[in-house]
């Protein structure tokens, strides 16, 4: 399970604009949203995994907009990671 904050095109699997995704298990993401791309502006990522329904959600946000870039996924992680696995 990987979020990408994807700015470079690939036609064969990406989205055509900035996007953020959700990838299960490949590197082409199972669900996209559009990214306003702000080069040299800080920004803020928050992940959150909630078990109790299954949701990944992602968001990401300008310091100095109010505007929320928000993408959410039901993902069951018992299902498509092993045991043991690394956060980072």
Do not use: M, Q
């Not at 470079?8 to 996209?32: C, F, M, Q």
């Amino acid at each position: 399970v990987a979020v990408e904050f994807d700015t470079l095109y690939n036609e064969e699997w990406d989205a055509k604009v900035p996007h953020i995704g959700i990838d299960v298990n490949s590197i082409r993401s199972i669900k996209t949203t559009p990214w306003d791309l702000k080069n040299g502006k800080d920004a803020i990522a928050r992940i959150v995994y909630i078990a109790e329904t299954k949701t990944l959600t992602v968001e990401l946000c300008y310091y100095s907009e109010a505007k929320i870039h928000t993408l959410e996924v039901v993902v069951d992680v018992k299902e498509v990671l092993p045991e043991w696995v690394r956060i980072g």
